[in-house]
């Protein structure tokens, strides 16, 4: 009956240790689970190396999101605390949130979701603000590391007047995106944010619009959807030199 009961003991105490870490248990049923089909499958090795790569570069992304679950049964502003914690890192560095409020900030981090991407996995994010949370990514051949950041240009409410160029993970890389529709609700509360986006968003229409009349001027090739923008520029243009003329009368 002791050994019995000894067994026992071992046997709880085994258990209680497997069971503390729940992100290793986890990961090691999936990696059985998937070498089980593998096998079963006949799968091609190197098509098994790949994807056990992946599960074992996902886990801490998997831990991320399970982080996220676990604060969603908190209170709200207990849960916009959290993630503006988790991600303060990030949103310090984004031009477009230097200056805001520390409440506008923890309720756009609320907004942020996580991406998962494998190597050289080409990453589709249009039309939103797209944050680097691990991993290196090349677009538009500029490398962006950890902490980079594109698509601040989902601001602009003309589509037309974004950029979008699909990027390629080097490695396996985790992304914070924020979608344009969360932005906005969140805007709606805050309205010194939403003057500083305002502002913001003017700029860089206006940027984009100098661009556009620049490059077509350069080309010589003029699309008329855009005609609209010489236009603009062109009689801004001799309005200025009216002005100077007149300035240089009275003179």
């Known amino acids: 009956i002791s050994s ?9 105490v085994c258990t209680i240790v497997y069971t503390m870490d729940m992100e290793q248990l986890i990961f090691d049923e999936k990696m059985d689970s998937f070498n089980r089909m593998a096998k079963d499958n006949r799968i091609p090795l190197h098509l098994r190396y790949r994807a056990r790569e992946y599960l074992r570069a996902s886990r801490v992304h998997l831990k991320y999101v399970r982080s996220l679950e676990v604060t969603q049964s ?21 031009h477009l949130f230097q ?7 923890r309720e756009i981090a609320t907004y942020l979701k996580p991406h998962f991407f494998e190597r050289q996995e080409s990453i589709e994010l249009f039309g939103c603000l797209c944050v680097v949370e691990r991993g290196t990514v ?13 698509g601040e240009d989902m601001i602009l409410a003309r589509e037309d007047f974004r ?14 995106t924020l979608e344009r529709p969360d932005l906005l609700k969140a805007l709606q ?23 556009i009349y620049n490059f077509e001027r350069a ?28 300035v240089a009368r009275r003179n």
């Open 4 to 12: 019995c009961i000894w067994a026992y003991i071992i046997g709880a």
């Open 74 to 94: 908190l209170a709200v502003g207990l849960r916009g605390a959290i993630a503006q914690h988790l991600a303060m890192h990030h949103l310090g560095r984004i």
């Open 219 to 246: 080309s010589g090739k003029y699309d008329s959807e855009w005609h609209w923008v010489h236009q603009l520029l062109e009689w801004h243009s001799l309005k200025r030199r009216g002005v100077a003329f007149q």
């Open 99 to 105: 200056g805001t409020g520390s409440h506008f900030r």
């Open 138 to 150: 090349m677009r538009g051949g500029t490398i962006v590391a950890q902490g980079g950041y594109w």
């Open 189 to 211: 509360k805050h309205d010194r944010e939403q003057l500083m986006f305002r502002r913001a968003a003017v700029c860089l229409a206006l940027r984009r619009i100098v661009h």
């Open 163 to 176: 950029h979008y160029r699909s990027a390629k993970g080097m490695t396996h890389t985790e992304i914070l």
